[in-house]
């Protein structure tokens, strides 16, 4: 809350200063998220009510409606990106999509024996971060700011990430058991490639984002180009090639 919410607040606070003092107009751009909507139902958009599920998400709110004042109130060129789940091989480790893609390449080269995983049904909107940070740049290019909805329109669960992920490392996954006890088994070999661990279960869980970027694309001329196929090869090319440099599995 102090970074996520009170940092925009901050932000927004010494720029409409700086604004006062030098007559200068500066363009602040607030990297919303899809967690704000939570529970709301799909697909949502820039007038999908906000349901936070987290204090993340809350923050998020806070900063998203410290955004929305600061432009009414003081005329500044303020716009909040509303962006559903961008992923690249450039992920941090503890993002689900890296987290797949990496443990799967480690299991391909014999570094790694299990995958654990939460929630296999949560489902997300994903996509590929460049085009991400293009729709970005366009929102500052507007006359006047806006807030916008950047997403590709498709949902996937992470189960089927994990499956596209195994077939691309030519490891066909087969799921046994149900709740907690579900296991993934390679096919080939019997092994258990993926394994439920209940610490990964969010307290309260966001169960189905998907986003309607129809905005996005009618006033930025903005649309997604990779899709979910192409963006799991994108990451499991990466992490076969990087799997064959580390020492250890992760």
Do not use: C
């Amino acid at each position: 809350a102090n970074v996520t919410g009170l940092g925009v607040l901050r932000f927004l606070e010494v720029l409409h200063d700086h604004e006062l003092k030098t007559g200068k107009k500066i363009k602040f751009y607030q990297a919303s998220s899809s967690e704000m909507f939570g529970a709301s139902a799909p697909p949502q958009s820039e007038t999908t009510p906000f349901h936070p599920r987290s204090p993340y998400a809350i923050s998020k709110v806070f900063a998203f409606h410290s955004v929305m004042n600061y432009r009414e109130a003081y005329g500044m060129f303020a716009a909040n990106g509303i962006l559903f789940n961008h992923e690249s091989p450039r992920r941090g480790p503890t993002f689900v999509t890296k987290k797949i893609a990496r443990a799967v390449a480690d299991i391909a080269r014999g570094k790694l024996d299990t995958l654990y995983l939460g929630n296999l049904d949560a489902k997300r909107d994903w996509g590929y971060a460049p085009e991400y940070v293009d729709a970005m740049w366009r929102m500052l290019q507007q006359p006047v700011p806006e807030d916008f909805v950047i997403a590709t329109g498709e949902s996937h669960s992470v189960r089927e990430f994990t499956e596209k992920a195994f077939a691309h490392a030519n490891i066909s996954i087969e799921w046994r058991g149900a709740g907690i006890k579900e296991e993934g088994v390679d096919k080939r070999t019997g092994n258990v490639a993926v394994k439920i661990d209940p610490d990964y279960f969010r307290p309260s869980e966001v169960n189905f984002l998907m986003g309607d970027a129809a905005k996005a694309k009618e006033k930025l001329g903005w649309e997604p180009k990779v899709r979910f196929e192409e963006l799991v090869t994108l990451m499991m090319d990466y992490e076969l090639k990087e799997a064959g440099n580390r020492v250890h599995g992760v």
